[in-house]
């Protein structure tokens, strides 16, 4: 007998995590149940993947309640998003700007990680979860799984850290691996957007079940590169450039593919950064606040779409429908 799936995937994207924490938070406010007993599989890529550990926490009194809820999540990056982002004069000398040194320091972000996380290993994940990372050593993409045998007792916070290395932001995270000490950076590198191998691992999890597939956006880029002014940047120029290009890239890529191998099936939220900084670390009062309102504002204009979704989630786990909402059967 089949069942019906439903699998989240996260983009990457720094402090612009507040948004898809935010309408997580929508999600999980209108059904009443935490991200965790909603998803059948959680996926997510550097941001993504700190806030899909952080949903699958189970609470420290019991292992059948989740120790965040999304909300939880999003006053992280507002309250705490400066301490990560946070480097001496000395460092901005020294780095010049990440050209010659990682432009901050990893200790801050490794004890907030320690701080949220705790002891806590994979295996206590409430729901699968997945993260990507990136073996720099090995040339290899790294899939760390909550549910694979020889990743359970791997640390929260280890596998937190590497998804979140970004290249120029933080300098790589040594993890204990396959038997072995591994150098890992931020899975954006080659999938900031996951949500085409969240897909293929559900119909590995789940063969003959119906999937549906709910991708969350950071935001994507409204900034145009003149290419006139690109034509004459060396190295340099193009250090950062090229990382936004790289990751929008992908992620407009999979949302083409997954259009294609899902339709309806597959939700993306995503939305033009036109107020708030596309910066992965500008965790200034103003653009942090930008952010919080850019979500509002896609809550809003996507209200229809995730109510269909909210009434499709309570259908699927047997909780009471809320008052005038309807549940579109076709879509899903």
Same mark, same amino acid.
């Given at each position: 007998?089949?069942?019906?799936?439903?699998?989240?995937?996260?983009?990457?994207? @720094?402090?612009?995590?507040?948004?898809?924490?935010?309408?997580?938070?929508?999600?999980?406010?209108?059904? @009443?149940?935490?991200?965790?007993?909603?998803?059948?599989?959680?996926?997510?890529?550097?941001?993504?993947?700190?806030? /899909?550990?952080?949903?699958?926490?189970?609470?420290?009194?019991?292992?059948?309640?989740?120790?965040?809820?999304?909300?939880?999540?999003?006053?992280?990056?507002?309250?705490?998003?400066?301490?990560?982002?946070?480097?001496?004069?000395?460092?901005?000398?020294?780095?010049?700007?990440?050209?010659?040194?990682?432009?901050?320091?990893?200790? %801050?972000?490794?004890?907030?990680?320690?701080?949220?996380?705790?002891?806590?290993?994979?295996?206590?994940?409430?729901?699968?979860?997945?993260?990507?990372?990136? !073996?720099?050593?090995?040339?290899?993409?790294?899939?760390?799984?909550?549910?694979? %045998?020889?990743?359970?007792? +791997?640390?929260?916070?280890?596998?937190?850290?590497?998804?979140?290395?970004?290249?120029?932001?933080?300098?790589?995270?040594?993890?204990? +691996?396959?038997?072995?000490?591994?150098?890992?950076?931020?899975?954006?590198?080659?999938?900031?957007?996951?949500?085409?191998?969240?897909?293929?691992?559900?119909?590995?999890?789940?063969?003959?079940?119906?999937?549906?597939?709910?991708? +969350?956006?950071?935001?994507?880029?409204?900034?145009?590169?003149?290419?006139?002014? /690109?034509?004459?940047?060396?190295?340099?120029?193009?250090?950062?450039?090229?990382?936004?290009?790289?990751?929008?890239?992908?992620?407009?890529?999979?949302?083409?593919?997954?259009?294609?191998?899902?339709?309806?099936?597959?939700?993306?939220?995503?939305?033009?950064?036109? !107020?708030?900084?596309?910066?992965? !670390? !500008?965790?200034?009062?103003?653009?942090?606040?930008?952010?919080?309102?850019?979500?509002?504002? +896609?809550?809003?204009?996507?209200?229809?779409?995730?109510?269909?979704?909210?009434?499709?989630?309570?259908?699927?786990? @047997?909780?009471?429908?809320?008052?005038?909402?309807?549940?579109?059967?076709?879509?899903?």
């Amino acid at each position: 007998m089949t069942q019906q799936r439903t699998v989240l995937s996260i983009d990457g994207g @720094g402090i612009r995590g507040i948004i898809p924490a935010m309408i997580l938070h929508h999600i999980e406010t209108a059904t @009443g149940r935490p991200a965790a007993e909603l998803f059948d599989l959680m996926v997510g890529t550097s941001t993504g993947g700190i806030l /899909a550990l952080g949903l699958a926490q189970p609470d420290v009194h019991s292992s059948h309640h989740s120790r965040y809820r999304a909300r939880d999540l999003a006053d992280l990056y507002a309250q705490r998003g400066s301490d990560i982002f946070s480097r001496s004069l000395w460092r901005r000398l020294r780095s010049v700007g990440g050209i010659f040194d990682e432009s901050y320091p990893a200790g %801050p972000l490794e004890g907030l990680l320690n701080e949220y996380f705790g002891d806590n290993r994979l295996g206590l994940c409430r729901c699968p979860t997945i993260v990507t990372a990136y !073996d720099i050593e090995d040339s290899q993409t790294v899939f760390i799984k909550s549910f694979k %045998p020889e990743h359970r007792d +791997l640390s929260c916070s280890a596998a937190a850290r590497a998804t979140s290395a970004a290249p120029t932001f933080f300098e790589p995270a040594r993890m204990q +691996l396959h038997r072995q000490e591994s150098a890992l950076i931020d899975g954006g590198v080659f999938i900031n957007s996951p949500v085409v191998s969240a897909y293929a691992e559900a119909l590995k999890l789940f063969p003959g079940d119906p999937i549906t597939v709910i991708s +969350l956006g950071t935001g994507q880029l409204t900034r145009s590169i003149a290419g006139d002014k /690109a034509a004459r940047w060396g190295k340099a120029g193009w250090l950062m450039p090229v990382l936004d290009c790289v990751f929008d890239g992908v992620a407009r890529a999979a949302d083409y593919q997954m259009n294609l191998f899902l339709g309806e099936r597959y939700q993306r939220f995503q939305l033009d950064l036109n !107020d708030a900084s596309d910066a992965l !670390d !500008d965790t200034s009062p103003a653009n942090i606040a930008a952010l919080f309102s850019a979500a509002a504002d +896609l809550i809003d204009g996507e209200r229809s779409r995730l109510d269909n979704i909210v009434a499709y989630l309570r259908m699927l786990h @047997g909780f009471p429908p809320l008052m005038q909402q309807v549940i579109d059967t076709d879509r899903f």
